[in-house]
């Protein structure tokens, strides 16, 4: 097993996991309310972002840096010279089609390889880059654009096109707008071919650590997308620190040359910060356009990355598509059983490496070997056969997943941030995990607990400004900590729990306070759920809206022998599909007290996704416009 080989190694390598400094504050009844870590690397005082493919292209031309999917979908070498080369290219062409000094270019694309280029001239050239989600409605480019004053619109195909041409067709100066299917990166760097690589070099040498490298419109779940403004030492505080933390551990205790498939949208912080960390330990990375666990599945197993940055949803899909294997088979039950098994070898296993118990005894050891032959590999399998470590971040993962997946050889690191963190703010440090937690704050950076139990942030991480936004700027950044919203709380050791939303908080005609969070994070981990929604606030008791997964829902059918064209809405009363998402009900009133549970629940039709307006980009769920949506399934609710 990779994880109980790479404990044992830790163990003689005390010194990796004892690199960082932690320093406790707690008040007069000795709870913890701050937690601050020392920097590993020290803020730049000159240069930029932007200078990464030149320094690995002088440094180590030759070296590997990124693998580009190739049109009969082989995985493609690219060095840093030639990656260096693309860039000054486009970056010429860029400053060709009148991008100044300061001047904000839009991107609007899936996950791609030219995403990434584009990323970086940009900054080469002096620009900002302006991330817009592919799925963005015309509405929301019509803003961004507007907004930001982007001139130039970089966008995947016609579709987007379409969307962006809507959506900016009224303003003075529409920006101009060019295709990734169309070659556009082509057609940049042949109205730039004239142009000296001087002058590139020139503006990118210009920079400073305090310019403002890119403008992240947050995707937001309520008002309107607000621009956070992040300059080039933020990205470094969070690439630079992040990278130190983990990399020297992962690369000394596993042995492997590291490999990450990136998935995350790139419009994402997250997305953003791990390409720039990749690059700066020149860390082989592929590019891959999807997140949906179906289509990622074959990619994972052609890229066969060592580690993978993901949100809990890909790893609540995999153990499911795992179970419903099972099932297929008529193993539903030993699935079952092994997952009990994983989560006590994994409780006792980590008790044990923390100093806290005796580790699994001789017949759980016998119980974890056989299910690792019938289950686990399988789980790994999956995830292409070489993964040892990933990292979750974006909503809480469910500790009982957490456990699930180290004992089947892969260990979830959780991280915990914002768009204003520059994306994580807190991560789980390697060699002391912690499931259920979010980790300690990343080095440089101090996590404290406000008296109604908020989480401030402050550190080189947090961002500079809420774009032409001044009032919101000032009300964020008072006092020189950032207010997240997020409720938690921080243990002896300086780990961070998010209990929930500020403005989340229900409270029930009894007077009761509830965190919908934890009871929905556990909910949708568990099959046949998709996606839900915790309400009750000036309600006598705690409900739940419940979407059925499309995937369960037809595996469902198959095992039962119904047509695999049953719709939802005929089911929706049928017992054994309520029993089946009881259970999942069960598991999530497992966290709380009975006057917190969910007493009740309705199946509704349809999805919540972002299509239809219910969902974020980062999957998070609109909670006043499923309300509205559902406002008639939530009053049944009180009339049974």
């Known amino acids: 097993m990779g994880v109980r080989r790479d404990l044992k190694r830790a163990r003689q390598r005390a010194d990796l996991a004892s690199r960082t400094r932690i320093d406790l504050l707690r008040d007069d009844t000795g709870t913890v309310r701050e937690a601050r870590t020392a920097p590993l690397v020290p803020p730049p005082v000159s240069g930029s972002i932007a200078d990464l493919p030149f320094t690995n292209a002088a440094e180590a031309p030759d070296a590997v840096v990124l693998r580009r999917r190739d049109d009969a979908g082989e995985w493609r070498p690219v060095t840093a010279q030639a990656f260096a080369d693309e860039v000054t290219a486009v970056a010429k062409g860029l400053i060709a089609a009148g991008v100044e000094q300061g001047g904000r270019v839009a991107v609007m694309s899936r996950t791609r390889y030219e995403w990434t280029v584009l990323d970086f001239a940009v900054w080469a050239a002096g620009g900002r880059v302006v991330p817009v989600y592919a799925t963005s409605s015309a509405d929301q480019v019509d803003w961004i654009v507007r907004d930001s004053g982007t001139t130039l619109l970089v966008v995947e195909n016609a579709d987007n096109a379409a969307t962006a041409t809507t959506g900016t067709a009224h303003h003075p100066h529409p920006p101009r707008i060019l295709r990734l299917d169309a070659d556009a990166l082509a057609e940049l760097t042949a109205l730039g071919a004239d142009l000296p690589d001087d002058e590139v070099t020139k503006r990118r040498t210009s920079l400073t650590p305090d310019a403002i490298a890119t403008i992240c419109y947050t995707s937001g779940t309520t008002g309107r997308p607000k621009g956070c403004v992040l300059t080039h030492a933020n990205l470094h505080a969070e690439a630079a620190n992040t990278l130190e933390l983990l990399h020297p551990v992962f690369q000394e205790v596993t042995g492997q040359t590291a490999s990450t498939l990136l998935f995350l949208p790139l419009a994402h912080i997250m997305g953003r910060t791990l390409q720039i960390a990749c690059l700066a330990a020149r860390i082989e990375t592929g590019h891959f356009p999807s997140v949906k666990p179906d289509e990622l599945r074959p990619a994972l197993k052609e890229f066969r990355p060592t580690f993978l940055v993901g949100v809990p949803y890909l790893f609540e899909r995999i153990h499911d598509a795992g179970r419903a294997t ?194 929905e994070d556990r909910l949708r981990s568990r099959a046949p759920v998709g996606q839900c929604l915790v309400v009750g606030d000036a309600r006598p008791f705690v409900a739940a809206l419940v979407t059925v997964d499309p995937d369960a829902l037809a595996h469902w059918l198959t095992v039962r022998g119904l047509p695999a064209d049953t719709p939802l809405a005929e089911l929706t009363d049928d017992p054994r599909l309520r029993a089946d998402v009881q259970k999942a009900v069960d598991y999530a009133n497992e966290a709380v007290s009975r006057a917190e549970s969910i007493r009740a629940f309705a199946l509704v039709d349809g999805e919540f996704s972002e299509a239809n307006g219910l969902l974020t980009p980062s999957l998070k769920v609109k909670r006043h416009a499923v309300t509205e949506r559902y406002a008639r399934e939530i009053e049944n609710l009180y009339r049974r």
């Open 326 to 519: 099972a099932e297929k088979i008529g193993r539903g039950a030993s699935f079952d059983r092994a997952e009990r098994v994983a989560v006590r070898f994994a409780e006792a296993y980590l008790d044990r490496f923390l100093g806290r118990g005796r580790g699994p005894g001789p017949g759980l050891y016998a119980a974890w070997a056989l299910y690792d032959l019938l289950v686990y590999r399988r789980i790994r399998k999956e995830l292409g056969g070489r993964m040892r470590y990933a990292i979750s971040g974006g909503s809480p993962l469910d500790r009982t997943l957490g456990l699930f997946f180290y004992a089947a050889g892969i260990i979830v690191y959780e991280g915990y941030g914002l768009t204003e963190t520059t994306a994580a703010a807190t991560l789980v440090p390697p060699l002391q995990p912690r499931p259920g937690t979010v980790g300690r704050p990343v080095p440089g950076t101090a996590v404290r607990i406000a008296d109604d139990g908020e989480v401030l942030i402050k550190g080189d991480v947090v961002f500079a400004a809420y774009w032409n936004n001044p009032v919101a700027t000032a009300e964020a950044l008072a006092g020189d900590w950032f207010a997240t919203g997020d409720l938690g709380a921080l243990d002896d050791d300086g780990y961070l729990t998010i209990t929930g939303r500020k403005k989340d908080i229900l409270v029930t005609s009894g007077g009761k306070n509830v965190s919908p969070a934890v009871l």
